[in-house]
Nanobody
């Protein structure tokens, strides 16, 4: 049974930091690229950051470059998103995604709420 379980969301003041974690099980984690998406109320889901299966390459949305860092630990089957200098516009539900494009496979977590507000 495939599971992606996000944690680490919550309420934080502008300028603060949060670290999201996504624990994976039920598939061979090291074969999958991992991504973080987010969806704010009334908006489409957008890609925030991605990391390749081996962790060699990363990519970020322009809106989070220099503030967010994605990383993974293949020994722990976990992907992380370190979020610094948070802004109110970062408020959204953050989703973990596992993708193996060659096999057209996508897995999704249930999401974790991040709220940036004073």
């Amino acid at each position: 049974q495939v599971q992606l379980i996000e944690s680490g969301g919550g309420l934080v003041q502008p300028g603060g930091s949060l670290k999201l974690s996504c624990a994976a099980s039920g598939f061979t984690f090291s074969n999958y690229a991992m991504n973080w998406y987010r969806q704010a109320p009334g908006k489409e889901r957008e890609l925030v950051a991605g990391i390749t299966a081996a962790g060699i390459s990363t990519n970020y949305a322009d809106s989070v470059k220099g503030r967010f860092t994605i990383s993974r630990d293949n020994a722990k089957n976990t992907v992380y998103l370190q979020m610094n200098s948070l802004k109110p516009e970062d408020t959204a539900v953050y989703y973990c995604n596992a993708r193996r494009s060659a096999f057209h496979i996508n897995y999704w977590g249930q999401g974790t709420q991040v709220t940036v507000s004073s």
